[in-house]
């Protein structure tokens, strides 16, 4: 899983993202002779086929795509603001395999502006664009479950002032809390 558990949106873009992972073992089909270069049964690509699928609270269906990439970003802007959704992801040959199952809610407009306002102002006090402000932005935002928005100013703020390792740690341990890293 390459997107935060559960986490909050802020604006009118979620990008969700998902990898299968090569060190699962594998087996051969029950009358294989194993050879793997003639097994359909085998792994596919790095982006095998998936079913992207997105409910809402009450697990009705709102969306539902088939695809050949590992992540996607989507308008939801005609989504309820507020509201909780979940998505889930799929094999497509394999639907009994679920990837990811996740949520994410938008934040209504009121929450949008106050946290956008207060992280405009640890920016102006830190000084905007320095590593300690993105590390400090990054915390405001995990604070308020915007995990993808606090990963993205973590690795900034990384790559700002990569000598400091406990900036390092703090991602480490956001990428813990939010289910990416165990």
Known sequence: LDSPNSTNILGQTVTLAWRICDDAPKFDAPHSTGDKSNDKSSATTAN????????????????????DVNALSLDVSSLEKGKLYGWSVRLKNKPAVQLANNTFRILTDEQAVQIESEAKIIREELGEGTAWAEIVTASFYEQ????????????????RDPSVHEYQQLYAKCLERVGILK
């Not at 998936?50 to 009450?58: G, K, N, P, Y």
């Not at 995990?147 to 790559?159: F, N, P, Q, S, V």
């Open 48 to 67: 095998p086929s998936v079913v992207l699928t997105i409910t809402d609270s009450a697990g009705t269906k709102i969306r539902e795509e088939n695809l």
């Open 144 to 159: 308020n479950k915007l995990y993808g928005m606090a990963l993205t100013k973590y690795r900034t703020g990384i790559e």
